[in-house]
């Protein structure tokens, strides 16, 4: 499958890295390619800058949003919450008519510091947000439940018997992404039902950061027992 990844962080890395593994055709956006690749120091949370990255996985193209838009199949959106609806805009959306949207975003707020609280919640919902603007998309929230290492390596805990959550309007874009969640070796892949349900998993993250902090690691998930 043809698949572009926007966003050049920790997150996009991860899943570009584990979808070109498993033979798709990987584009990763950015806004300017050329100030990517010659950024030389790490990010903000001290990953390694993206030419590091790059270096290791040549299999994968680097392009700007619209161009990795342009002709992708599927689209994962690995962008920081705040930015997301202004990157989609930035990819056109002559380029998103019809294409599923894998939404691993959270709205997170860090204006005032850590933990950041929600930029939207209990009404509405990020991946709301994103398929009110971009009615041509089929949007679907997965993923951003869990750290990236574990969003595309799930045994790496637990053998990997942990649950994961997928919300969405469109019943065929929800079994393309279950599929690819499979694929990465998820096994308790729960349809919460339509994308207005996405306001449950984005509301997981409170609790998530602050287990994070007391367990001193963000290598754990969440196990629905039933």
Do not use: C
């Not at 698949?3 to 806004?31: N, S």
């Not at 805990?157 to 499979?182: P, Q, R, Y």
């Amino acid at each position: 499958m043809k698949i572009a990844v926007l966003g050049t962080g920790m997150v996009g890395q991860a899943q570009a890295g584990r979808l070109a593994e498993l033979g798709h055709d990987v584009t990763v956006g950015t806004r300017d390619v050329a100030a990517t690749m010659a950024r030389t120091t790490p990010d903000g949370m001290g990953n390694a800058p993206y030419a590091a990255w790059a270096a290791r996985h040549t299999d994968v193209t680097l392009a700007t949003f619209a161009e990795a838009a342009a002709s992708a199949e599927l689209i994962v959106n690995a962008t920081s919450g705040n930015v997301s609806i202004a990157v989609l805009e930035a990819a056109g959306r002559e380029n998103l008519a019809g294409r599923i949207l894998l939404d691993i975003a959270n709205p997170l707020d860090s204006s005032k510091g850590f933990p950041p609280t929600l930029f939207v919640k209990d009404t509405d919902s990020l991946g709301e947000q994103i398929q009110a603007a971009f009615d041509e998309l089929k949007v679907v929230k997965a993923l951003n439940t869990l750290t990236a290492a574990l969003m595309v390596n799930p045994k790496a805990i637990a053998d990997g018997d942990h649950s994961v959550f997928v919300s969405g309007n469109d019943a065929e874009a929800k079994k393309t992404v279950i599929g690819l969640l499979e694929s990465f070796g998820h096994t308790d892949v729960i349809d919460l039902g339509d994308i207005t349900t996405a306001r449950g998993s984005e509301m997981v993250l409170p609790i998530w950061l602050r287990l994070m902090g007391v367990l001193n690691t963000p290598m754990f998930n969440f196990k629905i027992v039933r």
